[in-house]
T-cell receptor
Framework: GENVEQHPSTLSVQEGDSAVIKCTYS??????FPWYKQELGKGPQLIID?????GEKKDQRIAVTLNKTAKHFSLHITETQPEDSAVYFC??????????FGTGTKLQVIP | DAGVIQSPRHEVTEMGQEVTLRCKPI?????LFWYRQTMMRGLELLIY????????DSGMPEDRFSAKMPNASFSTLKIQPSEPRDSAVYFC???????????FGPGTRLLVL
């Protein structure tokens, strides 16, 4: 089955700096890669996703990149703000498989 | 739409008692997932239903755990008997298919004493 690895497990950045979270996947059939944000006391919520027919997608301060050849994808947050502090999960899905989640990255934005 | 609804939001019980967690998925979604989240093990998929049929229950820890989905708008996760190590946050999520965006509920915080 699919295996998704996520790094780093924790990340601290100064407010205004950029944050990058990286994930790798094992199943070359995977073609859908969502990212979730989980705030304290809440369930994970989708913030952005990318499909395998594109290499990059942006939504305001958030961008995702995908390298299918290397089987890795990344989340980039620019101009970080304190409200970006949360746990972020990457995930991969495709073929007939369910969505497989990474282990999560706890992002702390220091004011 | 109200989103995925879970009940109860908090549950405190004593070891050995039966616990039943409930979930109402988003209307129109045909896939439903139960997850368990702990600090030590992260987010674990317990079981996955598609069109009310269990597709993958390989994450169910042991026979004490069971899940049902009698219809498209309701699912339960039951733990009997409960143990302290079952203490965790249990999330229910739903999607249009098992391979698309999952929408999570607010979770049930379970504490087994």
């Amino acid at each position: 089955g699919e295996n998704v690895e996520q790094h780093p497990s924790t990340l601290s950045v100064q407010e205004g700096d950029s944050a990058v979270i990286k994930c790798t996947y094992s199943d070359s059939a995977s073609n859908y890669f969502p990212w979730y944000k989980q705030e304290l006391g809440k369930g994970p919520q989708l913030i952005i996703d990318i499909r395998s027919n594109v290499g990059e997608k942006k939504d305001q301060r958030i961008a995702v990149t995908l390298n299918k050849t290397a089987k890795h994808f990344s989340l980039h947050i620019t101009e970080t703000q304190p409200e970006d502090s949360a746990v972020y999960f990457c995930a991969a899905a495709g073929g007939y498989q369910k969505v497989t989640f990474g282990t999560g990255t706890k992002l702390q934005v220091i004011p | 739409d109200a989103g995925v609804i879970q009940s109860p939001r908090h549950e405190v019980t004593e070891m050995g008692q039966e616990v039943t967690l409930r979930c109402k998925p988003i209307s129109g979604h045909n896939s439903l997932f139960w997850y368990r989240q702990t600090m030590m093990r992260g987010l674990e998929l317990l079981i996955y239903f598609n069109n009310n049929v269990p597709i993958d229950d390989s994450g169910m820890p042991e026979d004490r755990f069971s899940a049902k989905m009698p219809n498209a708008s309701f699912s339960t996760l039951k733990i009997q008997p409960s143990e302290p190590r079952d203490s965790a946050v249990y999330f229910c999520a739903s999607s249009y298919s098992g391979r698309e965006t999952q929408y999570f509920g607010p979770g049930t915080r379970l504490l087994v004493l």
